[in-house]
């Protein structure tokens, strides 16, 4: 009986529809888009480490559109665009509408979320939202998990007369993220990010990826602090995730996809 299930177990490994594929979806921060990812030569770089570049994902009139073609692999990433002004609950909900495009088109598959700056915490907030995707994995680069002076001071001056002349300076953007620096902000009882923080999260991977300027991880970037890039300090997570250092400023760059793929490659 044991040398039966035994064998069983190994045919089950052996079949091809048994093993398990992964899916990269590669989520934008804020101002950026798909060619954030795609100008810095990441999908690219990811297909060199044998994530095949499965194409862009987008929204239109009609609703999603997801590329016809199928690359053939088991692993595979997609660039895809959302609103990166519009508050963290839109951009979300748009994510885990394009993780549920991906499951259906790839039944049975893993489903990772990378995510730069803003993007990594509105795809936390997507998984926090609808558990029943059952995201496998989340890595954040440069997120402000616990908040972002920048968005504090970007909200202050949304909020100011200077608001009044943003339009006529090319930075009306100003005024279409203040709900996003809002959620933004250093968090706390009064936003977006303070329910975040303490809400039941989903069982996943967790993996921050801590962009700092000299090496020093608690100085961080030019956009926000070390700590606060730390899923470990989210008190929904403390211990949960796991932490990789990367000199660099705050943007994205083509050195990234080795990064990822690396960390990728120890799931």
Not at 9 to 26: E, F, H, W
Not at 156 to 177: C, E, H, Q, Y
Not at 217 to 235: C, E, I, K, L, Y
């Amino acid at each position: 009986m044991i040398r039966f299930l035994a064998l069983m177990c190994a045919l089950v490994t052996l079949t091809p529809g048994a093993v398990l594929a992964d899916t990269v979806l590669l989520v934008p921060g804020y101002l950026g888009s798909a060619q954030s990812w795609r100008g810095n030569n990441i999908p690219y770089g990811l297909s060199r480490a044998g994530w095949l570049d499965a194409g862009h994902l987008s929204l239109g009139p009609r609703g999603t559109f997801i590329p016809r073609r199928k690359v053939q692999g088991k692993k595979r990433s997609y660039t895809l665009d959302i609103p990166t002004e519009a508050p963290l609950v839109v951009q979300a909900d748009l994510i885990a509408r394009y993780v549920a495009l991906v499951q259906k088109r790839h039944v049975g598959e893993r489903v990772i979320l990378v995510g730069h700056s803003a993007g990594g915490v509105a795809s936390r907030l997507a998984m926090v939202r609808y558990p029943a995707l059952k995201v496998y994995a989340l890595l954040t680069i440069a997120s402000p998990h616990l908040g972002s002076g920048m968005a504090d001071l970007g909200r202050s001056v949304s909020n100011s007369p200077l608001s009044w002349f943003a339009p006529f300076m090319g930075a009306n953007t100003i005024n279409r993220s203040r709900a996003l620096y809002h959620d933004l902000g250093h968090e706390g009882p009064h936003n977006l990010l303070g329910w975040l923080n303490r809400a039941a999260h989903p069982t996943a991977h967790y993996i921050s990826v801590i962009r700092t300027k000299d090496g020093n991880v608690a100085t961080g970037d030019s956009m926000t602090v070390g700590w606060r890039q730390n899923m470990n300090f989210v008190p929904a997570l403390r211990g949960r995730a796991r932490t990789f250092g990367s000199i660099g400023n705050h943007a994205l760059r083509p050195a990234d996809s080795v990064l990822i793929a690396q960390i990728l490659s120890r799931l």
